[in-house]
């Protein structure tokens, strides 16, 4: 029976590309009613150091820089006083655009 579902007489390519997004978004809804947007333990360093590059424009070490796109746009949404979850939905989309392209 699953053989008959995965295979490419029943569940064309598009198909299978919905039911993909669907189960993705599925997940991720699952995922955010669980769990929220959690702004604690590792989340809090990236929160500091975006809070230090804002006051004193810089990191405090030079570790943080392989964490720069996620200190950055959490800067820059503390800078526009925009909401942390734009952050949120921008790794939304791209984590949506890699199971995309990895599929």
């Known amino acids: 029976m699953i053989k008959q579902l995965l295979s490419a007489k029943f569940l064309t390519v ?17 995922f955010l009613k669980q769990f929220g947007m959690v702004t604690t333990f590792e989340a809090t360093k990236y929160l500091d150091q975006a809070r230090l590059l804002l006051q004193e424009g810089h990191y405090e070490s030079n570790n943080f820089i392989f964490y720069s796109t996620e200190i950055l746009l959490i800067a820059l949404c503390m800078k526009w006083s925009i909401s942390l979850w734009f952050v949120v939905l921008l790794q939304c989309i791209a984590n949506a655009l890699s199971l995309y392209f990895f599929y």
């Open 14 to 30: 598009k198909k299978q590309l919905i039911l993909i997004a669907a189960l993705w978004l599925f997940m991720q809804i699952v």
